[in-house]
């Protein structure tokens, strides 16, 4: 069966400081990773996916089938990137989208 | 504007009710689904569908029942609330399976059931 982890329940950085979000997952197939990102008092929005390789608010994350890890990084903090992130696994065998727990990011002033 | 809807955004109700959780999208999308949500920990997915008239159940055991009579319409039903079902409940919607659909989510329903 598929499976999402994400390691950190938290994690606090200072502005301007870089940021990596751990994702690590299990999965027999071919994966298809997602970042989804939730800001405060907003719903949960697609943030970016690893099929398109791209940068989006200057995050990006890049998948390391050797290491099962797509990790999202962004080299500088900012305030507006306080929120809960969580890693998605889409399994094409069963077609279904399978998240972790999720990380709190808290960028300080 | 096309988005999805839920509603209500808060119910508090007492043990033994029977309740409807609202969701609807305008966005024209076949795939629908429910995911359950407590505080701090991962979503797990209790019922999906792939288009009209079909339903099927998620990962993860749910006493709740969904139906699909129209494509914009996905509602979730609890035949008697209990306790053990309070939790947030969130409804998305994506326009295909895998990488190119990405899924779309509305604002959630927070259920507490006294």
């Known amino acids: 069966a598929q499976r999402v982890t994400q390691p950190e329940k938290l994690l606090s950085v200072f502005k301007g400081a870089p940021v990596e979000l751990k994702c690590n997952y299990s999965?027999?197939?071919?994966?298809?990773l997602f970042w989804y990102v939730q800001y405060s008092r907003q719903r949960l929005q697609l943030l970016l996916r690893?099929?398109s390789r791209e940068s989006i608010k200057g995050f990006t994350a890049d998948l390391n089938k050797g290491e099962t890890s797509f990790h999202l990084k962004k080299p500088f903090a900012q305030e507006e990137d306080s929120a809960m992130y969580y890693c998605?696994?889409?399994?094409?065998?069963?077609?279904?989208?399978?998240f972790g727990t999720g990380t709190k990011l808290q960028v300080i002033p | 504007e096309a988005d999805i809807y839920q509603t209500p955004r808060y119910l508090v109700i007492g043990t033994g009710k029977k309740i409807t959780l609202e969701c609807s999208q305008t966005m024209g999308h076949d795939k629908m689904y429910w995911y359950q949500q407590d505080p701090g920990m991962e979503l797990h997915l209790i019922h999906y569908?792939?288009?009209?008239?079909?339903?099927e159940k998620g990962d993860l055991s749910s006493e709740s029942t969904v139906s699909r009579i129209r494509t914009e319409h996905f509602p979730l039903t609890l035949e008697s609330a209990r306790p053990s079902h309070t939790s947030q409940y969130l409804c998305?919607?994506?326009?295909?399976?895998?990488?190119?659909?990405?899924?779309?989510f509305g604002n959630g329903t927070r259920l507490t059931v006294t």
């Open positions: 998305a919607s994506s326009a295909g399976t895998g990488r190119n659909s990405p899924l779309h």
């Open positions: 998605a696994l889409y399994s094409g065998g069963y077609q279904k989208v399978t």
């Open positions: 569908s792939y288009g009209v008239n079909s339903t």
């Open positions: 690893h099929i």
């Open positions: 999965y027999s197939g071919s994966p298809e």
